[in-house]
């Protein structure tokens, strides 16, 4: 799921920004950029998180809380999340922006 929605993260502004570009409203060529920003960086932070599940030879979840792969894990799912909030709150603003005009 998460290697689709990827591949959607970075496509779907992409196309949008190149059709945005011949417009040349600097507000939405902003916002889409950021967009594709966050989802680039959220495939780089999603890509070291499966790293680290394929490393491990017990479940993520069967470590003690203190361990350090575990606590790495966390704070790289987190910041996954954070991530893709930042990209639906882009969204959002997009369609804000494109609807102001």
Known sequence: MLAAWHYI???LPLILLAL???????????????????G???IVVDLRIRAIRESSIVPISSLS?????RRRFGALHGI???LL????LVAAGAVGADTEN
């Open 65 to 69: 809380p203190s361990d350090p792969v």
């Open 80 to 82: 996954s999340s954070i």
């Open 20 to 38: 945005e570009w011949r417009r040349a409203r600097a507000l939405m060529v902003i916002i889409l950029f950021a967009g594709i920003v966050f």
């Open 85 to 88: 909030l930042a990209q639906i």
């Open 40 to 42: 680039a960086t959220q």
């Open 9 to 11: 993260a970075i496509a």
